[in-house]
């Protein structure tokens, strides 16, 4: 079984907007055990769509597309999909009064055009949309279907979930299921990991295999079953292993981020933190308080832009380069002015992604001490600063863990 | 003169990570006047990526690939090249020679699998690689290119810029350039915009369009001329127009962001600017240390969750709900912490997207007195966000321009 995915619009074409449709729809497909072995982008034309159409039709059982489905003259994908299966169109007066309703609902008036989204190519199942105006509806061709959606994320992802997934699951009798988890590392580089996990890599069912992130190493497991719970036991083990070859590298797994995990611990152990940010440019405020738990355990943040801003708007004095002493007294003063538990200061050159200019030093100070990590250098660009912000991260988890600091 | 591009890999096809190549050259083709009519993604199969191309030398003049030209057995593009093309692979002993000279320079091993990358489709003309590993190449088929990069983006971003864009527009005598100019407005919503410029919307060319973000609303002239120049002088009046109809509303264009305007006009004045944040995390402070000014002009923040941490922080006492009081206390009290010619105060309710909790008040504190933004209520979501945060640094650019703070 094969399926592909057609996202129509002359917007996702020309780079204008990024196309998230289509990424969602082939991580759900891959839940069902449908093979995704095509992705499309194709303008608003109806010329063009149909061709796309016909070609899709000769390779793959599935055929999902999205967006055109509005009711402007720009919205073709109906008579394109009426063109490529030689149907013509139909209106459909019960789906016109169904639009109808959704506009009184909303308490928006209809427009003429609104009645162009209920014809639909003769013979087509209609998914009703209870979330939106545009129509959806699947089109069955010599054991082949393509289905409609709208390109709306929300109505897209709604319809899929509702409609779309269960009858694929009905018509193709499709008992396979895909399950994957992913196990998340920091501290560890990809490199490292291999060498630890290598011959886990060569199982045929569940699959390892790893991805690396600035300052993260992802493992993912994926397993094809007959079922979830078949799935999620052939994972189980593997997990268990991974965990106990990988162990204080592991922060946590599949959607779960290292800043909502630190932020979890804090609100477990009952701690709050403070940070002194003379690097991050309050970004390291802003992944912490994006996670689960919310903004819970973080009290604040002084931020300002290098080590004497930040010294002097600690109160301190701003003499001297960036040094690990200079990181100390500004944890202990960030710690101090929050009256947090845990003050955790960055400091680092004027211009932090100028390796050159010097170091950086990230300190964590607590009820019992300082505890300095490894001092870094500095490295440029969103990969630097993601790497930058997990190290500093992982100070925080490392120390709520009791294990050493590096 | 059509052209496609075909993005490789298996995890661009399952949505594991988004692909910003295709958009980037996308956008690139357009302003050589080429048509870009599809897109398609295919993942680490050489059958199909060869039928894949075999399709699109049926309908397209230009075919650019990325990806798939590492050195593992996963990348297939030379492979699958040759066969679409019925071609053998050739090794190219200049090319191994480029390679290992560049895996010399690094101070890294050369493996017998990077001697793989030298291995061409017969006839491939070599698209030398300065800035990475993986070498690129092109393949002349009937009156049809086949242009292979890498995938990795500075690596295909440099070829397409110093090759494969120039080679195109002497290959295939391309004189037409379509350029297009961005204007960003704020403060106005896209209704209100198109009310000012409907009658502007019906020209033919330049064409002119809207777009509507959060807390901004776009306006896109594109024109399609000979030349640059011809262009240019299309495109001009139009601007000129917009910027008398829309005035104070427009605050940059094409790659500005408000905050970069407002990091600029900053710089412009001479002044600096305190942040008292106690509704974005810290995302205002990044905001603006990203724009091209960096973090000249702003000082620093403080951040807290919600308005009694913030007040306490800054040494204040802590009684009342969020109120414009309370954020013209803060915005003085931070001016004077950092010792800024500006205090910008957020504060609002604990919970700054619950907009039944209360209300978000943005206070700009300067060297004669204080001054108010209409209070928000609070939204929430990504657009929420982007809107607040508009709003925000619109104050302080309508405060620097001398126009009314709204």
Same mark, same amino acid.
């Given at each position: 079984?094969?399926?592909?995915?057609?996202?129509?619009?002359?917007?996702?074409?020309?780079?204008?907007?990024?196309?998230?449709?289509?990424?969602?729809?082939?991580?759900?497909?891959?839940?069902?055990?449908?093979?995704?072995?095509?992705?499309?982008?194709?303008?608003?034309?109806?010329?063009?769509?149909?061709?796309?159409?016909?070609?899709?039709?000769?390779?793959?059982?599935?055929?999902?597309?999205?967006?055109?489905?509005?009711?402007?003259?720009?919205?073709?994908?109906?008579?394109?999909?009426?063109?490529?299966?030689?149907?013509?169109?139909?209106?459909?007066?019960?789906?016109?009064?169904?639009?109808?309703?959704?506009?009184?609902?909303?308490?928006?008036?209809?427009?003429?055009?609104?009645?162009?989204?209920?014809?639909?190519?003769?013979?087509?199942?209609?998914?009703?949309?209870?979330?939106?105006?545009?129509?959806?509806?699947?089109?069955?061709?010599?054991?082949?279907?393509?289905?409609?959606?709208?390109?709306?994320?929300?109505?897209?992802?709604?319809?899929?979930?509702?409609?779309?997934?269960?009858?694929?699951?009905?018509?193709?009798?499709?008992?396979?299921?895909?399950?994957?988890?992913?196990?998340?590392?920091?501290?560890?580089?990809?490199?490292?990991?291999?060498?630890?996990?290598?011959?886990?890599?060569?199982?045929?069912?569940?699959?390892?295999?790893?991805?690396?992130?600035?300052?993260?190493?992802?493992?993912?497991?994926?397993?094809?079953?007959?079922?979830?719970?078949?799935?999620?036991?052939?994972?189980?083990?593997?997990?268990?292993?991974?965990?106990?070859?990988?162990?204080?590298?592991?922060?946590?797994?599949?959607?779960?981020?290292?800043?909502?995990?630190?932020?979890?611990?804090?609100?477990?152990?009952?701690?709050?933190?403070?940070?002194?940010?003379?690097?991050?440019?309050?970004?390291?405020?802003?992944?912490?308080?994006?996670?689960?738990?919310?903004?819970?355990?973080?009290?604040?943040?002084?931020?300002?832009?290098?080590?004497?801003?930040?010294?002097?708007?600690?109160?301190?004095?701003?003499?001297?380069?960036?040094? *690990?002493? +200079?990181?100390? %007294?500004?944890?202990? @003063?960030?710690?101090?002015?929050? &009256?947090?538990? $845990?003050?955790? =200061? /960055?400091?680092?050159?004027?211009?932090?992604?100028?390796?050159?200019?010097?170091?950086?030093?990230?300190?964590?100070?607590?009820?019992?001490?300082? *505890?300095? +990590?490894?001092? %870094?250098?500095?490295? @440029?660009?969103?990969?630097?600063? &993601?790497?930058? $912000?997990?190290? =500093? /991260?992982?100070?925080?988890?490392?120390?709520?863990?009791?294990?050493?600091?590096?």
């Amino acid at each position: 079984m094969q399926a592909e995915i057609i996202s129509i619009g002359t917007e996702l074409l020309l780079g204008e907007i990024i196309d998230t449709n289509a990424a969602w729809i082939a991580r759900q497909l891959t839940t069902i055990g449908l093979n995704l072995y095509y992705k499309v982008t194709v303008g608003d034309n109806q010329g063009r769509i149909a061709d796309i159409l016909r070609n899709s039709l000769r390779r793959s059982e599935v055929i999902i597309t999205t967006g055109g489905l509005g009711p402007t003259v720009d919205d073709v994908t109906r008579e394109a999909v009426a063109e490529a299966t030689n149907r013509d169109l139909v209106l459909d007066e019960a789906l016109v009064a169904e639009v109808a309703g959704f506009f009184a609902r909303m308490g928006r008036p209809m427009t003429a055009n609104n009645r162009k989204q209920a014809c639909l190519p003769r013979g087509a199942h209609v998914i009703h949309n209870p979330v939106g105006t545009a129509p959806a509806f699947a089109v069955e061709q010599e054991e082949r279907v393509i289905i409609c959606l709208p390109g709306v994320p929300h109505e897209m992802q709604y319809l899929m979930e509702h409609a779309v997934l269960p009858w694929l699951r009905a018509r193709y009798g499709l008992t396979g299921v895909i399950k994957s988890r992913i196990v998340h590392t920091c501290g560890i580089g990809e490199s490292a990991v291999d060498a630890q996990i290598g011959d886990l890599m060569h199982l045929a069912n569940p699959t390892v295999g790893t991805l690396a992130h600035p300052g993260q190493t992802d493992v993912r497991i994926a397993a094809k079953a007959d079922s979830e719970a078949e799935a999620e036991a052939l994972i189980a083990p593997v997990v268990s292993e991974l965990r106990a070859r990988l162990d204080e590298y592991i922060y946590g797994a599949d959607g779960e981020t290292l800043a909502s995990a630190v932020s979890a611990l804090l609100v477990e152990h009952g701690l709050t933190l403070a940070l002194a940010d003379g690097v991050t440019s309050g970004e390291l405020n802003l992944a912490l308080s994006q996670g689960a738990q919310g903004r819970k355990g973080l009290v604040g943040s002084l931020v300002a832009p290098g080590v004497a801003a930040l010294l002097e708007a600690l109160g301190l004095s701003t003499e001297g380069a960036p040094s *690990a002493a +200079a990181g100390a %007294r500004a944890a202990e @003063a960030v710690r101090r002015l929050y &009256g947090a538990d $845990l003050g955790l =200061a /960055l400091v680092g050159p004027d211009d932090p992604t100028d390796a050159a200019a010097g170091m950086i030093y990230i300190s964590l100070a607590h009820a019992d001490g300082v *505890a300095q +990590a490894e001092p %870094r250098v500095p490295r @440029a660009g969103p990969s630097g600063r &993601g790497w930058l $912000l997990h190290g =500093a /991260l992982d100070v925080v988890r490392r120390h709520l863990l009791g294990l050493e600091i590096r």
